[in-house]
């Protein structure tokens, strides 16, 4: 007998995917920026290079050069003032829990690929009572290169046992759609703070989980077979320069 294939993947993003909380990210930005003078948008910076490491996020805005070391102090403040503004609003995106329950009895692995730190990762999975439902956790400290890069998504489908190519990524990010594709995988995006048209060329865009069913992923993973290129004038126009 041929040997069944395996088994389908599912691998999210955290912010602003699994929670809508891009806001206040970009709020605690524009609090680090005012504390040391800085005039950058927030909100318009993240639309670009949501989904990276916090110290690269910095890293741009700076004119001078920045020791590491500092960078790390800054993105710990600022990581101090997001929960401060988000711990009486941490929510789950609506229908993810229905969603992801609906995706293990239909067989699907699933997996969390994040840029966050573990007790950032805590914060929400814990917090939620989402834990139970990944088979795997990828975060900063478990890949060398972060997002746009592809190493997160490729760790998480390795420890998942799936193939790249049965691999679909939510994600609400540019820089995490081009991971995606680099990653030679699929991509459903969470449309919490792009417009549709924005992103490169996903499967489907979905506000939340009650506009998608497991049932609906399969048939898009039929209907689209090929995965996408990165998009070397989106690489270009959002990260080259870092």
Not at 202 to 220: S, W
Request: hydrophobic share 40%.
């Amino acid at each position: 007998m041929p040997a069944s294939p395996p088994p389908y993947a599912l691998i999210f993003d955290m912010d602003g995917v699994l929670i809508d909380n891009t806001a206040y990210q970009a709020k605690a930005f524009q609090l680090l920026f005012r504390e040391h003078g800085l005039t950058t948008n927030a909100r318009q910076l993240l639309k670009r290079l949501n989904g990276m490491p916090a110290t690269t996020v910095l890293k741009t805005v700076f004119r001078h050069p920045v020791p590491p070391k500092q960078l790390e102090e800054y993105a710990a403040q600022r990581e101090f003032l997001y929960r401060v503004l988000y711990w009486d609003k941490r929510r789950e995106t609506p229908g993810l829990s229905g969603f992801l329950a609906a995706a293990r009895a239909a067989g699907f692995r699933i997996a969390l690929g994040t840029g966050s730190a573990p007790e950032t990762i805590s914060y929400i999975l814990d917090h939620l009572n989402l834990r139970r439902f990944f088979d795997v956790v990828v975060g900063k400290d478990d890949v060398k290169n972060g997002k746009p890069h592809a190493d997160t998504f490729r760790v998480a489908a390795h420890k998942l046992g799936v193939p790249p190519e049965r691999c679909v990524v939510f994600e609400d990010a540019l820089l995490g759609e081009q991971a995606a594709y680099r990653a030679g995988m699929r991509v459903v995006a969470v449309s919490s703070g792009l417009r549709p048209e924005q992103f490169q060329a996903p499967l489907r865009v979905v506000k939340d989980f009650t506009e998608i069913t497991p049932a609906q992923v399969r048939e898009l993973l039929a209907q689209h077979p090929e995965t996408p290129k990165p998009s070397k004038e989106m690489a270009k126009r959002h990260y080259m320069k870092l």
